[in-house]
């Protein structure tokens, strides 16, 4: 028996090992077939691998296998032990003479002691897997790469009593008891599909059962599988799921594949959810939801995720990806997919200015800083490091301008293509590119530099005007970022329209303008009036615009624009523009954001949702983004500022506002959303506006809430101010909810959220609450990544959130080296600050990168964005 559980790859201090995409061959041997059966438990599971393999092409090298965490105890060839097998780093090396064999192996493994929740591992009393991207290798030996593809067999075995539900991929073909208590069950999935895709679940599970006929007419039996005491909090999930099915049969003519579909859900997970096939696993945070304990956010958030996962089916399990590095292949068009349809439940405009605010929050900084990295990366250390919201998020808007240049029956025509060419294969962005190119006639080989160029374009627009004409003058420019200092010019699809600024009535019909040059200049003529120019509507590129509109045109634009993203985007920018000033200055004119604002509360067409989003302000993060040097108190007290005079100025509207939007009883509507959304942002600016007795009118909501979105929005405003209401708020909602981890992750992120000045302090001690874990990636997220999200109390002078940040880091790296990993990238916007800051930060980074055995994630994360 060898043990390689220990087995050290590289030590980080010498550099660990770089993969890179020019360095992709295809599998030396391929595996048709394979055969796992399991004998679970929660110390000690055995698992039995039968490969089918054979060779792949003319060559005479050793067959490879992944593996890693486990004890192997035999290896077989053909039926036959054989011992001139080697261990070679994290591979088992078997020499083999021919060129079909099947080779087994028989390793044990530890579920209950797997804390990094890659592989086989235990939650909540129950076994379940994660195996994206390198997680089958935890469980077995085998070829750990996408571009594999296997037609599995399960067998599993596991004591009856403990583990009643036994689950995974494909259909259930055989079940059966043994007469020591333990029983056992068969499945089969007639996809072939690479390792990642593999999952299993045993355990103690109640299901929501639904069925779905596909519009062939097969019926599906869907099941969501969650602990028995949570069974009431799965029909949001069921329902979406059944609306994911059908929206994917209509918009995108894809149906279901196989007999079954279930979900399970689980407390500790390292990510939202996993698309493994026919057995999505779930995050219990994008499943379990009722009104008392989810908000809206969740709510939509859970339809979002559950669509995600589902349409995974086709792109992503149907149609792979080759290899890591495209990854962006399956995330990025899948994204766009969930977008679409969360925009197909309710309020388009509001949808796209959630996606635009997420992709900003997230994907533009980090395209700014040392981790910025290609939407198609070239090279990695730990592919863990690359699921970003560069490749999700701007994948997703790469994906939305070639439908965009397309057109929507074009487009449609052009996934058809890539889903019928390569259904079954394992593919790469440049595969995807072509079908929309071949199928359109449409040129996409400068689009390509999407792909490969790093960093956020900026465009410039000017418009002169003379007597009747205008000119519009573009420029871009694509910064650098690491590694790549030179960039060439991109096409850049502008949705484009002229606004009359005396009639408000639109000049031209809108226009298309793909900027593939870095400067170019068009004309418009016959202009009976001057025109206001309205760019990059609905966000058509992800692109930062600098124009020179005065105040006057943007507040003319928040006004009159009849694109309710263009609305949207000009009254941000009238009030970045203001804030950034102030930031800047100490003072800035507010008057024409009051103005604004007050015109678009007076605006009786305007859906309560979307006047929400308006009229918010930008966070103090995206101000902070658009400064040379962040100064996080000079931004907290420009922003509190115009909160507190909109909140002022406007008082008697806000308290209007939230008495009308008051409902007699609750109702998941895209109304009944808007009218919540609405009442606690006004319920903001009356808090903003500073009176003391608002905090009983917060307290009022907060009491009489039947509903967790005015329960935490009340909460979120007593929590962030200094009101006598605080503290009792704060106690009976922890005891209340005491027992629900979902609604208790809010209770910590409200408190880390909170601008108080001592915020700090209680982060500090909500660390040391006894409530608090760092095995539980949920609540490590909700407490620490809430907290280093907080600009302005992470920031805090002193530097105390930097040391605290690094030391819960390193602690976590050695339970969870994946979830560290993610939260680091807070530290290293360390160049956006001033020089104590800076410093403050980097010490930070150092200590880490310097920590003996720390993980590759974190290292990687942390000598990044030191470089
Ligand atoms: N493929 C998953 C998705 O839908 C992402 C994912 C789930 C994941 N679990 C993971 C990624 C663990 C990395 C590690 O987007
Ligand atoms: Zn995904």
């Known amino acids: 028996m060898l043990d390689i559980q220990h087995s050290v790859a590289q030590s980080p201090a010498h550099g660990p090992a770089v993969t890179r995409r020019s360095d992709y061959r295809p599998p030396a041997w391929l595996v048709p077939q394979i055969a796992l059966d399991f004998a679970l438990a929660a110390a000690a599971t055995r698992v039995k691998a039968a490969l089918s393999v054979t060779r792949n092409g003319k060559h005479a090298d050793p067959l490879r296998l992944d593996g890693a965490g486990q004890q192997l105890i035999a290896v077989r060839v053909d039926g036959v032990t054989i011992d001139d097998w080697r261990i070679e780093g994290e591979q088992l090396v078997v020499p083999l003479p021919g060129d079909a064999h099947v080779v087994e192996t028989e390793v044990e493994i530890a579920p209950d002691r797997n804390t990094q929740l890659m592989g086989l591992y235990a939650s909540g009393g129950n076994l379940c897997t994660q195996c994206e991207a390198e997680g089958f290798r935890r469980i077995t030996f085998f070829p750990d790469r996408p571009d594999v593809l296997s037609e599995y067999r399960v067998r599993m075995t596991a004591d009856a009593a403990r583990y009643p539900v036994l689950l995974a991929n494909g259909d259930p073909v055989a079940s059966g008891t043994s007469d020591d208590g333990r029983h056992w069950t068969e499945w089969h999935d007639p996809f072939p599909k690479p390792s990642y895709l593999f999952a299993l679940v045993a355990g103690d599970l109640a299901e929501n059962r639904g069925s779905f006929t596909t519009r062939s007419g097969r019926t599906v039996r869907l099941g969501i599988w969650v602990r028995a005491a949570d069974l009431l909090k799965t029909d949001h999930a069921l329902a979406s799921l059944k609306t994911a099915m059908a929206w994917d049969e209509q918009v995108y003519g894809r149906e279901y594949d196989l007999d079954v579909f279930n979900i399970v859900a689980v407390d500790d997970f390292n990510f939202g959810a996993m698309e493994n096939k026919g057995l999505n696993i779930f995050n219990s945070r994008y499943i379990l939801a009722d009104p008392d304990t989810a908000t809206d956010y969740d709510y939509d958030a859970i339809a979002a995720v559950v669509a995600h996962e589902y349409f995974h089916n086709w792109s992503g399990n149907r149609v792979t990806c080759r290899d890591w590095f495209q990854l962006s292949l399956k995330e990025g068009f899948t994204v766009f997919r969930d977008q679409g ?53 701007k994948g997703a808007e790469l994906i939305r301008m070639m439908a965009t240049m397309l057109g929507p029956v074009a487009f449609r025509k052009a996934c058809d293509l890539y889903f019928d060419r390569f259904d079954g294969t394992a593919a790469t962005c440049e595969d995807y590119v072509a079908c929309m190119e071949q199928s ?109 509109r005065s105040a006057a045109d943007l507040a003319f634009l928040s006004a009159h624009d009849d694109d309710p993203f263009a609305r949207y985007e000009a009254m941000q920018q009238l009030m970045l523009d203001t804030l950034v000033a102030g930031a800047s200055n100490g003072t800035a004119d507010h008057g024409r954001v009051i103005d604004a604002v007050r015109h678009t509360l007076d605006d009786a067409d305007l859906d309560p949702a979307f006047l929400a989003e308006v009229v918010l302000l930008p966070s103090e993060n995206f101000i902070g983004d658009q400064l040379t040097v962040v100064d996080p108190e000079a931004i907290h007290a420009a922003r509190e500022g115009l909160r507190r005079e909109i909140g002022h100025a406007l008082a008697a509207q806000w308290r209007q506002l939230h008495h009308v939007t008051q409902q007699a009883a609750y109702a998941y509507t895209p109304e009944a959303k808007g009218k919540r959304r609405l009442r606690s942002v006004a319920l903001g600016y009356l808090a903003a ?179």
């Open 341 to 393: 349809f969360s925009a197909d439940q309710g309020s388009a405009a509001v949808k796209r200015i959630e996606d635009v605010r997420s992709l900003r929050a997230a994907q533009f900084p980090e395209d700014a800083g040392p981790l910025a990295h290609p939407v198609r990366p070239d090279s990695y250390q730990e592919i863990s490091n690359f699921y970003t919201a560069t490749i999700y998020n």
């Open 689 to 867: 506006n500073g009176a003391r007795a608002i905090g009983t009118l917060a307290f009022r909501q907060f009491e009489a809430a039947d509903n967790m979105t005015d329960r935490q929005g009340a909460l979120t405003i007593l929590a962030g101010g200094d009101f006598a209401e605080r503290e009792a708020a704060l106690d009976i909602f922890y005891n209340r909810h005491s027992d629900n981890p979902l609604v208790l992750d809010k209770w910590f992120q409200t408190q880390a959220l909170s601008s108080r000045t001592d915020t700090p302090q209680m982060v500090a001690d909500l660390a040391r609450h006894p409530d608090f874990s760092l095995a539980n990636p949920n609540r490590v997220r909700s407490l620490i990544g809430a907290f280093s999200a907080n600009q302005r109390a992470f920031h805090a002078a002193g530097g105390w959130g930097y040391v605290f940040l690094a030391d819960q880091l390193i602690a976590l790296d050695t339970l969870n080296p994946q979830t560290a990993a993610k939260l680091l990238p807070p530290l290293a916007r360390w160049r956006r600050f001033d020089g104590t800051r800076a410093q403050a930060m980097r010490g930070a980074l150092e200590r880490i990168v310097r920590v003996p055995g720390v993980s590759k994630d974190l290292f990687e994360q942390a000598s990044k964005s030191l470089a």
């Open 440 to 548: 359109s006639g449409i040129d996409l080989s400068q689009f390509r530099l999407w792909y490969s160029q790093a960093g956020t374009p900026r465009v410039s627009a000017s418009l002169a005007v003379e007597a009747g004409r205008a000119t519009l003058h573009l420029a871009q420019r694509v910064p650098p970022t690491p590694g790549q200092t030179d960039k060439v010019p991109m096409p850049l699809p502008l949705r484009v329209k002229l606004f009359g600024a005396g009639s408000g009535a639109p000049l031209i019909d809108e226009r298309l303008v793909i900027l593939d040059t870095a400067e170019a200049t068009m004309a418009f003529d016959g202009l009976a009036e001057r025109p206001v120019l309205s760019i990059n509507r609905g966000f058509s590129a992800p692109v930062i615009v600098e124009s020179d």
